[in-house]
């Protein structure tokens, strides 16, 4: 492969622990970390249509950041209004900016660095907010600041074949020779598979593959000395 993309969430770094930090501060109750897991899950769920929602202009980007822990805390009868699922969303964004990269991503970014991959990174969500992860993740030591693309930037967001043309335009890409990596199969998969590119599904969380799609990920590993392995063997 000549150009590897990344995502960002959940694909670089644990996305849940921010979550779990979360929820143990502002939650009451005796929760499991199975137990706090299986709210996350859900609240990934909700995220990614109220996502597609606030894309389309149904509900706004604060409707989509308060309903999503609404909403999966309904399913586990854990009382959520709004106003505490505001502050949820701002205290979850203060523990945002604490995340840090698996290790083995980190030696993955060096290898292809030191082999002279092009790199780049695509990732759906508003500017400011995925900016400020790129920026903590330090991402731009490895990746040109013009190789990263945030879906709310080009008003086109992940699975819509639109962001995937702009980012083979801008980079002059060839798609049988790029590799897409994320965690989403609805967003990351679909989307890289349906623009002619080669698709990594980094499934760390054992997700199930969806019953109404025809599409494979040309790779799945299940953890990110998985992904490593894969591009040291």
């Known amino acids: 492969m000549d150009t590897i993309i990344f995502d960002v969430d959940d694909t670089l770094y644990d996305q849940a622990l921010s979550f779990h930090h979360t929820f143990r ?37 604060f409707e989509w950041q308060t309903g999503r822990i609404i909403a999966a805390c309904k399913d586990f009868n854990i009382p959520m209004d709004k106003e505490k699922a505001t502050t949820f969303h701002e205290t979850y964004v203060v523990e945002q900016q604490k995340i840090t990269m698996f290790d083995e991503v980190v030696e993955l970014l060096d290898l292809l660095h030191q082999k002279e991959k092009k790199l780049a990174i695509l990732t759906n969500g508003e500017e400011k907010h995925q900016s400020m992860k790129i920026n903590q993740l330090d991402l731009t030591s490895w990746i040109p600041v013009e190789n990263i693309f945030i879906s709310g930037t080009h008003g086109h967001a992940k699975p819509k074949r639109e962001i995937f043309d702009i980012v083979e335009k801008k980079l002059g890409l060839e798609p049988t020779k790029t590799v897409y990596i994320g965690d989403s199969f609805e967003k ?8 002619g590119w080669q698709a990594i599904w980094m499934n760390h969380r054992r997700k199930s593959v969806p019953t109404d799609t025809d599409y494979k990920p040309d790779n799945e590993v299940h953890s990110a000395k998985d992904l490593l392995d894969l591009f040291v063997d």
């Open 188 to 195: 990351d998969i679909v989307g890289a598979k349906q623009a």
């Open 25 to 61: 501060k502002l939650v009451k109750g005796q929760f499991t970390y199975e137990e706090i897991d299986q709210i996350y899950t859900a609240s990934r769920k909700y995220s990614e249509i109220l996502f597609d929602q606030s894309e389309a202009g149904e509900i706004s980007q």
